[in-house]
């Protein structure tokens, strides 16, 4: 471990000169302050998470008290405060080193879709949510996977839960119809048969080692 006189921080990498200002290093030394600073950094950056957490939930908060105590006919506490949610969750959720961009990719849809469901809701539940939203969303999430397999071409397997869980949410919207929910079923029969035919495509492509992931994950 190495020491900069100038800076007065110990060099953890191996080299002669000091990153930050070039200068030659000294073997040895005591200091508290390191290069590069990996604990400062991360509890920078948790600092930065718990205010950004503090500030979502005053406002949170503030939304609520104005809209209850100026009683107005819709409820517009709820959208904003849903939207002020949405923006702290994915802001977690997409910061958080343990989680996986699958699951990223999946609990940022989600999350999107229940807010607008929400919106849809309060403003009177006209059904665009369902009727173009979620099949929209399936349609996109079918796009991303696609792109994502051809992209990590050697890890392509590992995708095929994902489309198997897409055909399941596809056929939350088919389900809609029967009940008389979706009344634009066109978009959304569309959308579940993209998930059916990404999955039957994978399969026939795939061969033999489709069939193996397939008998991994559901041990058949």
């Not at 939930?57 to 949610?85: K, P």
Request: some cysteine; glycine content about 8%.
């Amino acid at each position: 471990m190495s020491r900069c006189h100038h800076c007065q921080i110990e060099i953890i990498d191996r080299t002669e000169t000091c990153p930050l200002c070039q200068g030659v290093l000294e073997i040895g030394g005591e200091t508290d302050r390191f290069y590069p600073d990996i604990p400062g950094q991360q509890k920078r950056f948790l600092l930065i998470r718990r205010i950004f957490t503090f500030v979502s939930l005053v406002a949170i908060s503030l939304c609520l008290f104005i809209d209850y105590h100026t009683e107005q006919r819709m409820n517009w506490s709820f959208i904003a405060s849903g939207g002020i949610f949405l923006a702290l969750t994915l802001f977690w959720i997409l910061t958080n080193p343990n989680t996986g961009y699958r699951s990223r990719i999946i609990f940022s849809f989600c999350l999107v879709f229940a807010y607008l469901l929400l919106i849809d809701i309060i403003t009177g539940f006209s059904g665009w949510s369902v009727n173009f939203v979620l099949p929209g969303a399936i349609f996109l999430i079918n796009l991303v996977l696609l792109f994502l397999m051809i992209y990590n071409r050697r890890s392509w397997q590992s995708y095929m839960i994902l489309q198997i869980g897409c055909i399941w949410v596809g056929a939350i919207p088919i389900a809609l119809i029967y009940a008389g929910i979706v009344r634009y079923p066109v978009l959304s029969e569309l959308a579940f048969g993209s998930s059916v035919f990404l999955f039957i495509g994978t399969l026939i492509f795939g061969g033999q080692a489709a069939k193996m992931e397939l008998q991994r994950r559901f041990y058949i």
